[in-house]
């Protein structure tokens, strides 16, 4: 609030007449004007008998022009109405009257009816006030300077002359007014308070805080009566830090003396409060967990709430001319209370109050947008924060200085909106804004801590843009100079994360765990990196913690919701069909489904897989159902499955299954299986009653998520006592990776040998193939954790069979990818191939669609 000056014409009762023995309280509306009545009302005022509001409406009645005959210039009018020296009375009476109760608009509003050399010396002070207050600078000056031309030695003028060559920005020349005024002695009281209010204005002038509250306390003690000097006190104890304490003050004074503050100045003053007890409210929060942790963000909402409701029934009463401060107050209060939602963890009410505030047309501050934008970051809906961030950054200006957090957010706001070159060009902005020492510090070459949590965002953009190797190679710069930095820490332990070394994950959050037992980032990224590396019981007892100590945060919601998705029931579904390769099937089709339980105690799942097929031959056609009931048990490094399984046909109709997979180090992953019923049989073997057995074993060498190299052996144990080996080397590489574009390359070279037996289905004696496959993949839409992408796979090589020679094989696949949401995956697209059987050249078109989903 700002602070202005006080005439003593207006902190003293209205004195200009004698009022006459026996006269009325107050005159009415319809009376004629008379100096009794006059001196009557002037009486009642001064001795409370009339509120200010019915003086001031008899003044402004005697003023009000009519139909009557005027007076002359001295004389009053011959039918009642007062006469232009009487009139000029009247209108110094009610501008005085309007100043001494607030309304300094109105008071400036009857002064210019009339010249201002018409008024007499006790207005020229009020109407100073009353300019000063509606910063209403010309009128100001002018009564300042008639006031001083009529009483040039007065100490009051000279007072308001200081305020306003204040109010013109001439603060030298005001300092030289009070330089003046303090080497005279002051005759009264009044005089001292009043030199001490102008001490306080040049202060706040200064930007001295403490010294105007010091001013203020002062004159305070001086007039324990001027409530006007305790309301400037303890709106300066708010702007110094102090705004509980101010309210509080403010609340009892209210108590002890009604009327000491507006219902407007306590509100604001609440407000203030209400607001640093927020900003502590979350200190707070992030220093403690459990429970405990949010007590005093309760308290604030309930604050709030009854602010709110304070707010809204003295807004009822109020004046007019109050209803914009009202209204103004207002936002503040649900700007603050969308912090407050946010902050509590509660994004869903924030987003439901800033809908209705914007519905109604509101305004918000730029921290109520910030905060807007938040809630709609952290309920997965970015496309709508991203303008809401965008407006809280432009409305904010000066006020918002790079790198505030409003930019983090509007740069993960963009990256999660699939807006990388905005991002990009935004980070680039933060970069140079924030140089590694400080520019102005009391010694050369002071770190600048908030460099380290720019560069920290370089990092994890860097990673989120999947530009692993770069992000890593960040990542390891940034810990050699800050190696106990928890935001550098936990960025080093994810890019191992994504980079496919879940040990090594677990290995560096646990370390950070140990540096920094209490954050929340790094406990919720231990979580995630003990999930991929399958250590489900760990997870589980962490998470449980993580949800005990901090339900409210946004980090905690999504790793349980990624929790509950990898540990939950899942169905997956493989299906395809094709037609056009007569060597195998001119027409086929296949669905194979899974259904997996939730984990039982972290460790245990059953399951139930299902295959469905049918294969047009020309030696006639296969129908193929089986089901199997199975039990896997997985922890850590190992995965283990055994299965029943029942099909409707073939030697093998009961039969069994069974995996066993290790993973040996980050590096090296072993597999080996088996199946009764293998799935891979030729359909022209399945027309014929034949079934095989099926044995594979592999070996996986796994550099990083761009590069690994996979060996795999296979076996078919045929019923007709034909058995075929395989083996398969595989390399795929990753060249380019970007946030909006990948391309990688396969390269395999396989082997085939089989015995020499009379079989109806394709069963070369030996044969191979070398094939170099390119894969292309664009990012199209992205939306938080929701993504849809375009593939391309071209493959082309060399197929070798005994018998036959060589000749070239080609396939062409076409995929549209959907990720939506944790763990849910689906997968369709068209394919053309072309490959030679027994010296014939076939051409096979397909489709598929893989579906991968967690269940409710």
Known sequence: MLAFGTSAAVAQPLVT??????????????????????????????EGRVTPAQALQQLKAWLAPSQGNQGTQGTQGASGEPGEAERRRIASDAITLAASDGQYAEAVALARQFPLSSLRDYALGPLAVAARRTRDLPLQGEAVKLWRSR????????????????????????????????????KQLDDRVSLLELRAALARADKDTLQALGAYTEAGALRPDRADLRREADFLLAQSGAASSAFSDAEAAERARPGSFSPLALSTLQQDALGQQLRWAIRERDQRLG?????ALD?????????????????????????????????????????????RGRPADAIALYESMRAAGTELPFYGLGAAARAYAQERRSIEAVPLYEAAVAKGGDDVPMPDPLYFGLVYAYQDTGRFDDAEALLQRLEGATPAYLRLAPEARRPNEQYADVAGL???????????????????????????NAGYGYGAALTEQLREHPEAAVARFEALAADQPYDISARTGHVSALLDADEYGEARRRAESLVADAP?????????????AITGPRLDVEAEASRGGAAIASREWRVDSRLSSGLINDEWRLLYDQSLGRGNTDIGNANWARGGLGLSWQRGPWLAEGALQHSNGGPYQNSVAGRLDYRASDAWRLSATYDGDSKNLPWKARVAGIGARETGASVGYVVNESRRFDLQYQRLDFSDNNVRDGLELGWRERWISTPGFQLETRLTTAAGQGRAVDAPYFNPSSDSSTELGVRAQWLNWKRDDRQFFQAVELSGGSYR????????????????????GPKLTLRYGLSISSHPYDGVRERQRGVFLNLSMPLP
């Open 151 to 186: 009483q040039p030695d007065a100490r009051e003028p000279r007072v308001h002359e200081a305020y306003w060559r204040l109010d013109s920005g001439d603060v030298a020349g005001a300092h030289a007014l009070y330089d003046a005024l303090s080497q005279l002695a002051p």
């Open 801 to 820: 069979q005994a018998g036959f020679g060589s000749g070239p094989l080609w396939s062409l696949r076409y995929e549209h990818r959907w990720e939506l």
């Open 17 to 46: 007449g004698t009022a006459a023995a026996g006269a009325p309280a107050v005159a009415q509306d319809t009376a004629a004007y008379s100096a009794q009545q006059h001196d009557a009302l002037i009486a009642a005022r001064r």
């Open 552 to 564: 409210d945060t946004a980090e905690v919601r999504d790793m349980e919701r990624k929790r509950r």
């Open 291 to 295: 429970a405990e942790r949010v007590v």
């Open 299 to 343: 308290r604030v909402l309930a604050g709030q709430d009854a602010a709110l409701a304070r707010a809204d029934a003295a807004a009822l009463k109020a004046e007019p001319t109050e209803a914009e401060a009202w209204r103004a107050l207002r936002v503040r209060l649900l700007s603050d209370r969308l912090l407050a939602l946010v902050e």
């Open 458 to 484: 370089r990092g994890l953009i860097t990673l989120y843009g999947d530009r692993h190797a770069l992000a890593q190679h960040e990542f390891d710069v940034l810990m050699r100079e800050a190696p106990m």
